[in-house]
């Protein structure tokens, strides 16, 4: 495939900039790679392994004749990062980002970019419990979904552009406007990350279980609950600060259909249980025939002997 952009700023080197520069890398979609990191620990590291052609110590460094920006930051960094680089943007440039949350981003960037700049917000829905510029990997985007939100009257051969870049990396791209990726991602991610993370708070607080036992039975469920408890706290403190109005509409629900099964349980009322958990059981199936996971047994784990 033939280089969409010319010349990539990758702002951020973490599991998401270096996974695009790895699946960038690979297709031959990218020119020149320029990186830059808040560390010089994470640039060098990035060198290392050699998924960018060049770091910059400033983010204004990194952008200077880039035809495409990627903000790959926390969401709370965005703005800061959006300022420095304002006055260095190429006219003609695309700037978009990979923030997990749309409208505070928006908000946050949109007014520091100058005009003849083309701001394309995206999404990729795609990720692990993992951070930092060694966790990236080439095939992270294959069969997942892109979101971008362009607000109205965005450049429609930009958009077609990104959309080709996000395309080459392997991912089914989606356009919507921001506010309704924030309610959407509220009740596919955020929610049940915050649900996870107090599962796993409710099993550390439980001392007539001991610690050992936690660790030693979690199979049964909860292993599956940390490993989502385990992603990393800036970036979802930033989500849950950022996305605050949508995660308390889809938590409200959330409480209170957890007090409708947890009536059910008091009552003995069987049949809503089953109904229920029947109910639940065919999304799960929904899941699997969109190809969005597997339906190995638990969920394709090697077994160790
Ligand atoms: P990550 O692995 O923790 O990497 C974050 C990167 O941002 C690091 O390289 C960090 O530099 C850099 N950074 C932080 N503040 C900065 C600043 N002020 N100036 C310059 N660089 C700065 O995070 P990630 O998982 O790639 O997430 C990046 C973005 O993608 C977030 O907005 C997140 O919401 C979004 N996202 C994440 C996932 C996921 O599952 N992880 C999925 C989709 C979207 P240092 O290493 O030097 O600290």
Not at 180 to 202: E, K, Q, R
């Amino acid at each position: 495939m033939s280089a969409i952009y010319q010349r990539v700023a990758l702002l951020g080197l973490g599991l998401i900039a270096s996974s695009m520069a790895h699946a960038m890398r690979r297709r031959g979609l990218a020119g020149h790679i320029a990186g830059h990191a808040k560390s010089a620990e994470s640039r060098d590291v990035a060198m290392e392994l050699g998924f960018v052609d060049s770091v910059h110590e400033s983010a204004a460094e990194a952008v200077a004749g880039a035809d495409l920006v990627v903000l790959a930051v926390p969401v709370g960094a965005m703005g800061a990062v959006a300022e420095a680089i304002g006055p260095h943007l190429a006219p003609g440039a695309t700037v978009t980002d990979v923030g997990s949350v749309k409208q505070s981003v928006i908000d946050a960037v949109a007014p520091h970019l100058p005009d003849g700049v083309h701001f394309i917000p995206g999404h990729p829905i795609a990720g692990t419990e993992h951070s930092g510029p060694r966790s990236g990997f080439a095939t992270l985007f294959e069969n997942r979904w892109w979101l971008l939100t362009p607000p109205a009257g965005a450049d429609p051969a930009a958009v077609v552009r990104l959309r080709a870049l996000c395309e080459g990396m392997g991912a089914n791209v989606d356009e919507m406007d921001a506010a309704h990726h924030d309610l959407v991602l509220a009740v596919t991610s955020h929610t049940p990350h915050l649900i996870a993370y107090t599962m796993v708070g409710v099993a550390d607080d439980l001392r007539r279980v001991t610690d050992s036992e936690v660790v030693k039975y979690s199979a049964a469920g909860f292993r599956d609950f940390t490993r989502i408890a385990a992603s990393d706290p800036v970036m979802w403190r930033d989500v849950f600060l950022s996305n605050r109005e949508a995660t308390l509409e889809i938590l409200g629900r959330f409480t209170e259909e957890l007090f409708a099964l947890q009536r059910a349980i008091r009552t003995g009322d069987g049949p809503l249980l089953h109904e229920y958990f029947t109910r639940t059981r065919a999304i799960r199936r929904g899941i699997i025939e969109a190809g969005q996971d597997t339906d190995a047994p638990d969920f394709g784990r090697v077994k160790r002997d």
